[in-house]
């Protein structure tokens, strides 16, 4: 269970179950600021805030909408 008001952090595995992506093409993305940079929590361990990969995949989901001509909802 979460705590309130504590942000949960996606590790590596949980991302790509989420996101149908390479290491390499995340890594791509933020460089290019087109996905949510990775934060620093360990010497070795990275992971991303779960609220921007979900604020991330709702921008896609809109993109996607507008790509076929339906307005935003």
Known sequence: MEKEGIEKILRKPELFARIQLSDASIW??????????????????????????????????AERMIHRGRPEL
């Open 28 to 61: 791509r993305l933020e460089r290019l600021g087109k996905f949510p940079k990775r934060i620093k929590i360990g010497s070795a361990a990275v992971g991303w805030l779960e609220s921007e990969v979900i604020a991330w995949l709702a921008a896609k989901a």
